[in-house]
């Protein structure tokens, strides 16, 4: 298994920023992707920002140029850092790992933290 922790969430102004980090312990060595999802009041969940497992970055057009993903291989974390937020980045932030385990595909999901932009 895999165990993803999020910190970071907050209320900020918006044109303000913030920076989520995610913490994966467990069976890392099976992790292929990371990324981050969100979900918004009485919306989907959906991708915002994700390292694949071919190790490039993938963004929704939406935080494109506002929203840059990083990770440290080392401490087995991932972070989003956003700049330039509006009241429409509110949501519940997600992190999320794509692991092969036993041959078999499964995604991990940490608990979730709130980003909430006020106007």
């Known amino acids: 298994q895999v165990q993803l922790v999020e910190s970071g969430g907050g209320l900020v102004q918006a044109g303000g920023s913030l920076r989520l980090s995610c913490a994966a312990s467990?069976?890392?060595?099976?992790?292929?992707?990371m990324g981050w999802y969100r979900q918004a009041p009485g919306k989907e969940r959906e991708l915002v920002a994700e390292?694949?497992?071919?190790?490039?970055?993938n963004y929704a057009d939406s935080v494109k140029g506002r929203f840059a993903i990083s990770r440290d291989n080392a401490k087995h974390t991932v972070s989003l850092t956003m700049f330039k937020l509006t009241p429409e980045d509110t949501a519940v932030y997600y992190c999320?790992?794509?692991?092969?385990?036993?041959?078999?595909?499964?995604?991990?999901w940490g608990q979730g933290t709130q980003v909430s932009v006020s106007s």
């Open positions: 467990g069976i890392i060595s099976s992790v292929n992707a």
């Open positions: 390292f694949t497992s071919g190790g490039s970055t």
């Open positions: 999320n790992a794509a692991a092969v385990i036993a041959g078999s595909n499964h995604r991990f």
